[in-house]
């Protein structure tokens, strides 16, 4: 079976770092792009970016470049999404996702994870 | 403020059919492909339709996609009440970020 399995919730105080992962299983790990997808409570879905584990190539979001850093690890098919220093506006519950391209097409992200909630309050 | 625009919200009983639309400019749908999400309450986003219209295995095929210049389409049919979720379309955009609508409620009476 095609998965992503996410790392659990984080509650973490203003100004503090943090570093969420996302495991994939059933398929090759190195051959497709994933991605990292925010939601705030109660509101819709934000593309953050993307890493091809094959190469580490990553792309970020113009609204999050600067903000996150995107990684990964291909020996343990993991990928990472981190903050340096949070802050309460980073609340949300995010999701990794796989992501479909078709050459240099978009084509829709077809496997995601179940989602690691961020909680950063003081 | 989203990139994509879908209406709040839509309703229709048990049974009916429902289009959802999504609308977006050149930059982004006019050319690229558009997805579809479901998500149910509680629960990661689901891909219901990619490269504009193709389902997914094991979506059945009661939702369907269109694409038509700037502007996209989700339709179901056969409404059910487990068919209540948020719905969202995605594409690409040409300031290289994918980008989503800002989602519909479907409520089904």
């Known amino acids: 079976e095609v998965q992503l399995v996410q790392s659990g919730a984080e509650v973490k105080k203003p100004g503090e770092s943090l570093k969420i992962s996302c495991k994939g299983s059933g398929y090759s790990f190195t051959s497709y792009w994933i991605g990292w997808v925010r939601q705030k409570p109660g509101k819709g879905l934000e593309w953050m970016g993307i890493?091809?584990?094959?190469?580490?190539?990553?792309r970020y979001s113009p609204s999050f470049q600067g903000q996150v850093t995107i990684s990964a690890d291909k020996s343990i098919s993991t990928a990472y999404l981190q903050w340096s220093s949070l802050k309460a506006s980073d609340t949300a519950m995010y999701y990794c996702?796989?992501?479909?391209?078709?050459?240099?097409?978009?084509?829709?992200?077809?496997?995601w994870g179940q989602g690691t909630t961020v909680t950063v309050s003081s | 403020q989203s990139v994509l625009t879908q209406p709040p919200s839509v309703s229709a009983a048990p049974g009916q059919k429902l289009t959802i639309s999504c609308s977006g400019s050149s930059s982004n749908i006019g050319n690229n492909y558009v997805s579809w999400y479901q998500q149910l309450p509680g629960t990661a986003p689901k891909l219901l339709i990619y490269d504009n219209n193709k389902r997914p295995s094991g979506i059945p095929d009661r939702f369907s996609g269109s694409k038509s210049g700037t502007s996209a389409t989700l339709g179901i049919t056969g409404l059910q009440t487990g068919d209540e979720a948020d719905y969202y379309c995605?594409?690409?955009?040409?300031?290289?970020?994918?980008?989503f609508g800002g989602g519909t409620k479907l409520t089904v009476l």
């Open positions: 995605g594409t690409w955009d040409s300031r290289l970020s994918a980008v």
């Open positions: 890493i091809y584990p094959g190469d580490s190539d990553t």
């Open positions: 996702a796989r992501q479909l391209w078709f050459g240099v097409n978009f084509l829709g992200m077809d496997v």
